[in-house]
């Protein structure tokens, strides 16, 4: 089967760092992607991991480890728009492009 | 350039009858994906085409749904008969076909009562 776990709801500071774990057992396995998504809007891209380590970009992190089937999303120097439910999805190879989705995680960031 | 969009924005009707989704992916987007979320669950996937062949349709709940792409520019999504348990938001996204980043529309909000 296919399953994806992610925290429900995480609470963190303004300025702070935050650290959203994800962890999968799928069948198939091409790419890890995270998506951000605010109350009543689109799902938006944040980040795509296929090989294992650290992936940078601006404010948002994003690690892999395939062999661990794990994941995490970094956010530093909180801001109160990151407020927001952070979406962990797999991704799979050729010309299978479907996306299997965790619930998300909903963060509050507090000032 | 414009993104995904979705029409109508929100729907409400009653058990029994149709309603059609309509979906207008980014101009030269060959990939073009349907997924629901239901209430408390995660997302899930429909479909997905690519252009106006449908590529895979393994998350079609069931006959009552058929989804559409004539010309292989948008797309539509009929619920007939719509049940209760078809309430959720429907989501459309697209991506090129030499990237795995899904573009997201807003969604639909379908409610049946």
């Known amino acids: 089967g296919q399953n994806i776990d992610q925290p429900t709801e995480m609470t963190a500071t303004e300025g702070a760092i935050v650290q959203i774990n994800c962890t999968y057992q799928?069948?198939?396995?091409?790419?890890l992607f995270w998506y951000q998504q605010h109350a009543g809007e689109a799902p938006t891209f944040l980040s795509y991991n296929v090989l294992d380590g650290l992936e940078e970009k601006g404010r948002f992190s994003s690690f892999l480890s395939r062999s661990k089937g794990y994941s995490y999303l970094l956010l530093k120097e909180l801001q109160m728009k990151d407020s927001a439910s952070y979406l962990c999805?797999?991704?799979?190879?050729?010309?299978?492009?479907?996306?299997?989705w965790g619930l998300g995680t909903s963060l509050a960031v507090n000032p | 350039e414009a993104g995904v969009t979705q029409f109508p924005s929100h729907s409400v009707i009653e058990k029994g009858q149709t309603v059609t989704l309509r979906c207008d992916p980014i101009s030269g987007h060959d990939n073009l994906y349907w997924y629901r979320r239901v209430m408390g669950k995660e997302i899930k996937f429909l479909l997905h085409f690519v252009k106006e062949s449908k590529q895979d349709e393994s998350g079609m709940p069931n006959n009552r749904f058929l989804a559409e792409r004539t010309g292989g520019t948008y797309s539509t999504l009929k619920v007939q008969p719509a049940e209760l348990e078809d309430s959720g938001v429907y989501f459309c996204?697209?991506?090129?076909?030499?990237?795995?980043?899904?573009?997201f529309g807003p969604g639909t909000r379908l409610t049946v009562t």
């Open positions: 799928t069948s198939g396995f091409n790419g």
């Open positions: 999805a797999v991704g799979f190879a050729g010309n299978n492009r479907k996306l299997i």
């Open positions: 996204a697209s991506s090129l076909d030499t990237s795995y980043e899904q573009y």
